[in-house]
């Protein structure tokens, strides 16, 4: 089992920047992949980022290359979420997410990012 806990969602004027953080517990040695989901009311979760625990290969939704960074600090369990250039369209529930070898999937309980225009 891995546990995940969510931190740095807020309020932000457009333009504005947040740092979401996710730190993991458990088996964590287990976890290949972990990254960043949103979502908003009667849409699916979709993808925001990725990043792979050992090499830290990144990949990332169109609609937030060149404003959102994702990085790692393995000695931390931690997974991050830089997100600049905020857009009211950037407004959700933000989920952070771990995947293991077998490809179970684990969540956070989600921290709420909104961006006021």
């Known amino acids: 089992q891995v546990q995940l806990v969510e931190s740095g969602g807020g309020l932000v004027q457009a333009g504005g920047s947040l740092r979401l953080s996710c730190a993991a517990s458990?088996?964590?040695?287990?976890?290949?992949?972990m990254g960043w989901y949103r979502q908003t009311p009667g849409k699916q979760r979709e993808l925001v980022a990725t990043?792979?625990?050992?090499?830290?290969?990144?990949n990332y939704a169109d609609s937030v290359k060149g404003r959102f960074t994702i990085s790692r600090d393995s000695a931390k369990n931690t997974v991050y979420l830089q997100m600049n250039s905020l857009k009211p369209e950037d407004t959700a529930s933000y989920y952070c997410n771990a995947k293991n070898w077998n490809l179970d999937n684990y969540w956070g309980q989600g921290t709420q990012v909104t961006v006021s225009s």
């Open positions: 458990g088996s964590t040695s287990t976890v290949n992949v």
């Open positions: 990043i792979t625990r050992i090499r830290g290969n990144t």
